[in-house]
T-cell receptor, first 111, second 113 residues
Framework: KQEVTQIPAALSVPEGENLVLNCSFT??????LQWFRQDPGKGLTSLLLIQSSQREQTSGRLNASLDKSSGRSTLYIAASQPGDSATYLCAVKAAGNKLTFGGGTRVLVKP | GAVVSQHPSRVICKSGTSVKIECRSLDFQATTMFWYRQFPKQSLMLMATSNEGSKATYEQGVEKDKFLINHASLTLSTLTVTSAHPEDSSFYICSARFGETQYFGPGTRLLVL
């Protein structure tokens, strides 16, 4: 059974620092991995999707890497801003076309 | 971009009543929709996969008679929580698949008193 873990569970940084969020998964037989952002009481916004054949994806200040063999992905957010405060979730898609989510990392960027 | 809506956004009901939550894909057709529930400060747990025109597939431990799912059209799936109890209070999120990507609704906050 696929298990997805995110460390740390919570992170607080001053504005301007780079954020590094980690995601690990137990079964490397995945189709893709996706990073989402969730604001309090809201739904999910997709940030980046990395196919299993890809090593990284970039969008603006966001960069996500994928090492499928070691079961890890890292989301980097450069030059953090208070507006980046949210919960970040990673999810992997494997057999059965189901997404398995990690527990999330709650990020607070202090001005 | 693809948009998924949910209605209502929040609902408060008395124990024993039934509550229906709607999930709509606004600008695309979705043959597959998913229902998740999320407890405070926890991640999303898949409840069921809903395929248009057929019965939903429920995850282990999810009572299909309690959580009724209907996917009658390519743009609408409904989740009905029957005989709701306080332990059913949660945040329910639907998702619709379009191609390789799942698009998520804004969620419905259910509080059962």
């Amino acid at each position: 059974k696929q298990e997805v873990t995110q460390i740390p569970a919570a992170l607080s940084v001053p504005e301007g620092e780079n954020l590094v969020l980690n995601c690990s998964f137990t079964d490397s037989a995945i189709y893709n991995l996706q990073w989402f952002r969730q604001d309090p009481g809201k739904g999910l916004t997709s940030l980046l999707l990395i196919q299993s054949s890809q090593r990284e994806q970039t969008s603006g200040r966001l960069n996500a890497s994928l090492d499928k063999s070691s079961g890890r992905s890292t989301l980097y957010i450069a030059a953090s801003q208070p507006g980046d405060s949210a919960t970040y979730l990673c999810a992997v898609k494997a057999a059965g076309n189901k997404l398995t989510f990690g527990g999330g990392t709650r990020v607070l960027v202090k001005p | 971009g693809a948009v998924v809506s949910q209605h209502p956004s929040r609902v408060i009901c008395k124990s024993g009543t039934s509550v229906k939550i709607e999930c709509r894909s606004l600008d695309f057709q979705a043959t597959t929709m998913f229902w998740y529930r999320q407890f405070p400060k926890q991640s999303l747990m898949l409840m069921a996969t809903s395929n248009e025109g057929s019965k939903a597939t429920y995850e282990q431990g999810v009572e299909k008679d309690k959580f009724l799912i209907n996917h009658a059209s390519l743009t609408l799936s409904t989740l009905t929580v029957t005989s709701a109890h306080p332990e059913d209070s949660s945040f329910y999120i639907c998702s619709a698949r379009f191609g390789e990507t799942q698009y998520f609704g804004p969620g419905t906050r259910l509080l059962v008193l």
